[in-house]
């Protein structure tokens, strides 16, 4: 079946630190990809999407790519601040409908 | 507009009782997902709704049910609770396009003694 796997956390960084989160993906077909994001004490987010290969979503200075050819969807950020402090987690949605699959998540926490 | 509102956003039960959580999606979603999410297992997908039908059913145990209502507002119902219950369980809402935007709630967290 579908399925989504994340590196280990949780991950302390610096600020101005560059981020990276790996994230592979099993799947039949062309799923689309997902980086959603849960703040302390709250729901999840949606922070990018990528719907077809070579596409890259982006937001709030965060990146991801979609790569066929190595099922990735790595995150990446440039330089993190104490806001992004948070729990980020990968997904794939099933094509035929809204069942969205989540990895584990990866906790991140941004010092000063 | 308002967002996703699940209630109550706490609650105690013991074992063996049962506990039913309610979740109101954005105005317009015809879509409502209910995810169980613990340290040890992370987001586990539990069932999707999208107009009173259920569409989708994660492994879970048929003590846990749920149903949609003609305005989109869902419950969830667990029966005969068990220690391993405890969790935050999560709504989400989409349009019901099948892009796989979820909008989430903050959730109900359960704690069964």
């Known amino acids: 079946g579908n399925s989504v796997t994340q590196m280990e956390g949780p991950v302390t960084l610096s600020e101005e630190a560059f981020l990276t989160i790996n994230c592979t993906y099993t799947?039949?077909?062309?799923?689309?990809l997902f980086w959603y994001v849960q703040y302390p004490g709250e729901g999840l987010q949606l922070l990018l999407k990528?719907?077809?290969?070579?596409d890259k979503g982006s937001n709030k200075g965060f990146e991801a790519t979609y790569r066929k050819e190595t099922t990735s969807f790595h995150l990446e950020k440039g330089s993190v601040q104490v806001s992004d402090s948070a729990v980020y987690f990968c997904?794939?949605?099933?094509?035929?409908?809204?069942?969205?699959?989540f990895g584990p998540g990866t906790s991140l926490s941004v010092i000063p | 507009k308002a967002g996703v509102t699940q209630t109550p956003r706490y609650l105690i039960k013991t074992r063996g009782q049962q506990v039913t959580l309610s979740c109101s999606p954005i105005?317009?979603?015809?879509?409502v997902s209910w995810y169980q999410q613990t340290p040890g297992q992370g987001l586990q997908f539990l069932f999707e709704?999208?107009?009173?039908?259920?569409?989708n059913k994660g492994n879970f145990p048929g003590r846990f049910s749920g149903r949609q209502f003609s305005n989109s507002r869902s419950e969830m119902n667990v029966s005969t609770l068990e220690l391993g219950d405890s969790a935050l369980y999560l709504c989400?809402?989409?349009?019901?396009?099948?892009?796989?935007?979820?909008?989430f709630g903050e959730g109900s967290r359960l704690t069964v003694l």
């Open positions: 997904a794939l949605s099933d094509l035929s409908y809204d069942k969205v699959i």
């Open positions: 105005s317009g979603h015809r879509s």
């Open positions: 709704y999208f107009s009173e039908t259920q569409r």
């Open positions: 989400a809402s989409t349009l019901g396009t099948s892009d796989g935007k979820l909008f």
């Open positions: 990528a719907t077809k290969a070579d």
């Open positions: 799947a039949t077909g062309y799923p689309s």
